[in-house]
């Protein structure tokens, strides 16, 4: 089959390798989209997999092959993955926290081989049944989506609420969707990409602003001189975590979603005098995913307008390169041939 391998930091070359066979107790998917996420750019520019990882872990295809002793599953099932493995018995697995737990890893991440690959071995237990209606190109996007459900589920967020949202990219993009269909009554979005932006204008923002714009007089004036209560901050580097907590208004709430990776310099006196709550969140769980689905499926969330470039797994060197420069995508989606 043909994979994207990684050699190397910036160096990931197509190659023909063996496919893998189920065997007892596993499942192998024909894959039929993969979505190209941050987290495998980032893992491309730093080099943190060991060489001659597949990454790729947005995934939908269909069961191609099952294991011995495999129920429940059958050849042609077309499915999504929830790639993030877990004990299930530590602490946090016990109290559902699953993406806290450290025993073990994911697909497409070093661990096991991910989705850039015709063909990909997985667990049955990471399996998701795709609905009749829901198309299989939108199930390779719930990792956006689940990501924000996660997010706004955890950041206590409640109707009426004012948020700005900081980064219009795949996860800013289904937040801002997410807390409209929970009844906010503003969401602010700063954005600095163009395409992006006009995105987040199509899915419902009130106001869409360059980041250096007078963000914080602007949403003044939103809200009656108050300030958003809620700061999502989509875009995970040191600049805009900090400006998150000068942006929020007193005794407001800085929810983390972007993964800053870099010291970033902050000065807790104005959080202290300002009483304002803080909370990270990472991830999700299976219920995020299949709560996205379940609204995908419905009609509720809008998938239109997040894809803006279908590749085929031969381009994805190239796609990987482009990327890191800037440029007017939001989500780029590998398709597989029949
Ligand atoms: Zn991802
Ligand atoms: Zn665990």
Sequence with gaps: MKAAVMKDRRKMVIEETPAPKAGPGEVVLKMKYVGICGSDLH???????????????????????????????????????????????????????????????????????????????????????????????????????????HAVRLSGFQIADTVLIMGAGPIGLCALQQLKLAGAKVVCVTERVEARARAAKAFGADLVLDPTDDVSGKLADLTDGVGVDFVFECVGIPDTTQEAFNLVRRAGKVVLVGVCMDLATVHPVLWVINEISMQATIGFVREDLLSSMKQIEKGVLRTDGLVTETISIEQLPDAFERLLSPNNEIKVLVEFAD
Aim: charge should be negative; aromatic fraction near 10%.
């Design 43 to 149: 893992l491309y520019t730093t080099g943190l997999v060991p060489p001659d990882t597949i990454m790729g872990h947005e995934c939908a295809g269909i069961v191609a092959e099952v294991g011995d002793g495999v129920e429940g599953w059958k050849i042609g099932d077309r499915v999504g993955i929830h790639g993030g493995l877990y004990c299930g018995k530590c602490f946090w697995c016990r109290r559902g926290q699953t993406n806290l737990c450290r025993e073990v890893g994911g697909i497409g991440l070093g661990d096991m081989p991910g989705g850039y690959a015709e063909y990909l071995k997985v667990f049955p237990s990471m399996l998701l049944p795709v609905p009749e209606k829901m198309r299989l190109r939108d199930v390779a996007l719930l990792d956006p989506f689940s990501t924000a459900f």
